[in-house]
């Protein structure tokens, strides 16, 4: 039953901190979303604040200067922060997958180096594993990373790298053999720094999901050290970036739920607000439709990822239900910004109103942290292994 | 510089209070730090870190309090004082400067801060008669801090034309306007770090306060009875083009209320 994760927690510290967290949302976040995302510009002026709350060493043990939460009160700050704007949580999301797989994987030396420095947010991360041709198919990705005297020379060209710009390390997924077969059992993850031969060739321009930094990044004869080899064995990458996977997709889960309990809220009030047909468009039985169809969805959602984070924190087997929360929590995100969006009528077209930004963030909850089809067979998958007759 | 904090636990007004019978509905009350002594806790930290020390945050109540006094652990306070009472719900100003006065009575200070009134009563006594309790210069309604010692502390105040400037000897109690300083949030390190920093409980009767003044004899002051105010109607909304809201409004403002009669 133990899984890591600092149990000192109390409820009464989750209702400080999450009163903490509510506060700083409230006050500076929620002011300055909108004008970050129309110009696409990068929060810096968050990412101050963040390291002085602790949010990149929240989910790191405190033995490595974290604060060791569990994953169910993690959630609920990704949840409350993604109520608002899905994009600060980017900044230290990938940044704690990196270090739960060092955490889970790593050398001693290799934590004793990297977690406290990513704990504080002196190294911000993220994940390198998606290329231009490999995305779902990750044993198909091309990038190399050849044994040299001094380590490994990696070669190769990432595609959608969130923080590959503003952080300044990242853990990247490369093939150290080429004819293995099967091919996952020559694939390698590497700790790597910012340097010579880490090129960002661009920051993608998106849809949704703007002013953090998603980047094509070229590694041209980027030389790392023997020690950068996560876990010092070969071969084992892929499995190590896929261990992780649960507390990841509770993760996008969570941001899932807080778009569409945001866009529900706004919902909820524009459609008092509005009238037509002499009478606020709340009364109307079409709207109320909605509202009620959103706000299940809102509430279903919160409860499978708090479900399935809760399995994660006791150390209970939760594949199938991190899959299932990631799944419907990311499509209801979806589902709760575009009723929101029909309910704002022709306002929801202005980028005036925040609801827009909602419609055009939510689709990648969808997307990242393996595609919601991926969920789908992974959840029937595990339907079936876990009832063979 | 040791510093004490007394805090004071209140219902969060930026949540709806009810009123029913004379009475406020505990029900749904969410408690919170009082806001003016989230700023007095704030000045305290800053100046314990610019001149060192510590600081104490002291609050009066049931367990209950503990939670204010926690939060305030991981403000970043350095030990908290919690004096235990069955209830404390009625109590006057008088009686809480004279529990605080009896408990700061054998203690080791330099300053005592506070916020200049409590987001709840809205009285502001209790600092005042503390200050007199315990035979202590105060000023109140501080909105700065210079010089620092030990000894003496330099302090504004803010008036409608000017700023005065005095300089108090220590100890001392100051109370603080809200415009000193923005409070801070407690991170997530502070809150994990409030655990390892010591709370003491100490039951009020063991304080060895003169019985009366525990008692409804103690009240110099009784509230009988709380009211609401009226709600505020809803305004009316005209829309339109100008050229006939305008009018409309101006027609509105003679008839309704009689301006421009
Ligand atoms: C804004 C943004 C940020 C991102 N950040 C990162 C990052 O930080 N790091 C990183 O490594 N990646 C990142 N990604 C990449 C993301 O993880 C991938 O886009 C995602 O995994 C899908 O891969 P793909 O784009 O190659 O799609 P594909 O794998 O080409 O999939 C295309 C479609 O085919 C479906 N499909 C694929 N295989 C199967 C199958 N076996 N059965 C059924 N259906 C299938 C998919 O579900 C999808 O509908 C980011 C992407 C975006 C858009």
Known sequence: ?????????????????????????????????????????????????????????????????????????????????????????????????????????????????????????????????????????????????????????????????TNALHGNCLMVLAKTDLTAQPAHKGMSAFLCHKGAGYDVAKKLKKMGYRAIDTCELTLDNKQVVPEALLGGEEGRGLQQVLGGLELGRINVAARGA????????????????????????????????KLADMATKVEASKLLVESAATKLDTGQRCDMEAGMAKYFASEAGVYCAQEAMRIFGGNSYSTEYEIERFYRDSMLMCIGEGTNELQQIIVAKQLIQRNKI | MQIIVPIKQVPDVALNIKVKDGEIVQEGISWVISSWDETALEAALQLTEEAGGEVTVLSIGTAKVQEALRKALALGAHQALHIQCDSSAGWDSYQVAKVLAKTLADQDYNLIITGKQAQDSDAGLTPTMLAEFLGLPQVTNITAFKDVSDASITLHRKGDDGIEISKMTLP??????????????????????????????????????????????????????????????????????????????????????????
């Open chain 1, 258 to 289: 807080g778009m569409a309990e945001g866009a529900l809220k706004m919902a909820v009030r524009y459609a008092q607000e509005r009238e037509t047909f002499g009478k606020p468009i709340a009364e109307h039985q079409a709207i109320q439709l």
């Open chain 2, 172 to 261: 001392g109690v100051v109370t603080v306007n809200d415009s000193l300083a923005e409070p801070r949030l407690a991170s997530m390190r502070g809150i994990m770090m409030a655990k390892k920093k010591p709370m003491e409980t100490v039951d009020i009767h063991s304080l060895g306060l003169a019985p009366e003044v525990l008692q409804s004899g103690g009240l110099m002051t009784e509230v009988v009875q709380y009211e609401k105010p009226d709600e505020r109607k809803e305004g009316r909304r005209f829309e339109g083009d100008e050229t006939e809201t305008v009018p409309e409004v101006m027609q509105n403002l003679k008839k309704n209320i009689g301006l421009f009669a």
């Open chain 1, 1 to 161: 039953m133990d899984s890591g994760v600092n149990k000192n927690w109390s409820s009464g510290d989750e209702k400080l901190l999450l009163d903490t967290i509510d506060h700083w949302v409230e006050n500076e976040v929620k002011p300055i979303a909108r004008e970050h995302d129309q110009e696409d510009k990068y929060p810096e002026e968050l990412v101050e604040r963040m390291k002085e709350l602790g949010l990149f060493g929240s989910t790191i043990s405190p033995e490595y200067g974290g604060l060791g939460l569990p994953a169910s009160i993690y959630a609920k700050i990704v949840t409350r922060l993604s109520s608002v704007w899905i994009v600060p949580g980017g900044i230290f999301n990938t940044h704690l997958v990196m270090a739960a797989a060092i955490e889970r994987c790593g050398m001693e030396a290799q934590k004793q180096e990297w977690l406290p420095k990513m704990a504080s947010g002196e190294l911000r991360g993220g994940i390198a594993l998606t290329e231009p041709d490999a995305g779902t198919d990750l044993q198909s990705i091309r990038t190399r990373a050849d044994r040299n005297e001094k380590g490994y020379l990696l070669n190769g060209t990432k595609m959608w790298i």
